[in-house]
């Protein structure tokens, strides 16, 4: 087992705490905090199938693990590499490559570089546009209905000389309606994706208008 308790996370979302693994510094632990456990702990069931649906955020970054595994986007360069589950103190993890540039540099998310670009001159605008455009319809081809489009989860990271995009959460997006019309039917889910991307790329746009 893990010991993550002694440590203090390097990073809090609204579900998870992220620790640098102790025996692998080029490595992340993500665990379950209060919210995530709760989350987990209640679940949902759907009405009309009254088939339990898994509420972890654990269960929801695996299941699109296993969707661009099978699309063979998994090994795309844009995530983190994913070493498997692990036991920790804290419960359940997941365990990830740490993001940081190859010159031991962080990672510089693109929210952050929305609302402060003068911050990071070292970050053209032109390199930004171009990888983040491209990263959407890499989404959009591999159906990706998760976390990884939005701004906060999408970062940057110096590599072989060049910033390269990197999405470090993938959560699947579970929809709350009665009928989820995403999972039954591809062609709203493929919209429903579109709309999402939208959401970032106008973001992009005002940035660059302004």
């Given amino acids: 087992?893990?010991?993550?308790?002694?440590?203090?996370?390097?990073?809090?979302?609204?579900?998870?705490?992220?620790?640098?693994?102790?025996?692998?510094?080029?490595?992340?632990?993500?665990?379950?905090?209060?919210?995530?456990?709760?989350?987990?702990?209640?679940?949902?069931?759907?009405?009309?199938?009254?088939?339990?649906?898994?509420?972890?955020?654990?269960?929801?970054?695996?299941?699109?693990?296993?969707?661009l595994k099978s699309s063979g986007g998994l090994n795309s360069g844009y995530f983190p590499k994913f070493y498997g589950e692990v036991k920790t103190d804290l419960g359940r993890g997941l365990c990830f490559e740490w993001v940081s540039g190859d010159d031991g540099s962080e990672f510089i998310r693109l929210r952050e570089w929305l609302a402060y670009p003068r911050r990071y001159p070292q970050l053209p605008?032109?390199?930004?546009?171009?990888?983040?455009?491209?990263?959407?319809?890499f989404c959009i081809e591999h159906d990706l209905l998760s976390t990884a489009t939005r701004t906060e989860n999408i970062g940057?990271?110096?590599?072989?000389?060049?910033?390269?995009?990197?999405?470090?959460?993938?959560?699947?997006?579970?929809?709350?309606?009665?009928?989820?019309?995403?999972?039954?039917f591809p062609a709203f889910r493929k919209q429903k994706i579109r709309r999402w991307v939208q959401k970032t790329l106008d973001l992009l746009d005002a940035r660059s208008g302004s």
């Fill in 1 to 67: 087992m893990i010991v993550l308790s002694d440590t203090q996370p390097v990073s809090s979302g609204t579900f998870r705490d992220s620790y640098v693994h102790p025996q692998h510094s080029d490595r992340c632990i993500k665990v379950m905090h209060a919210k995530g456990l709760a989350l987990e702990r209640a679940g949902r069931k759907w009405w009309l199938t009254g088939r339990r649906i898994a509420a972890s955020p654990h269960d929801r970054e695996l299941k699109t693990l296993q969707q």
């Fill in 156 to 184: 940057f990271v110096r590599r072989g000389g060049e910033y390269k995009l990197i999405s470090f959460d993938v959560k699947y997006k579970e929809e709350r309606s009665l009928i989820p019309r995403s999972r039954l």
């Fill in 125 to 137: 605008t032109e390199v930004v546009e171009m990888q983040v455009r491209k990263f959407m319809e």
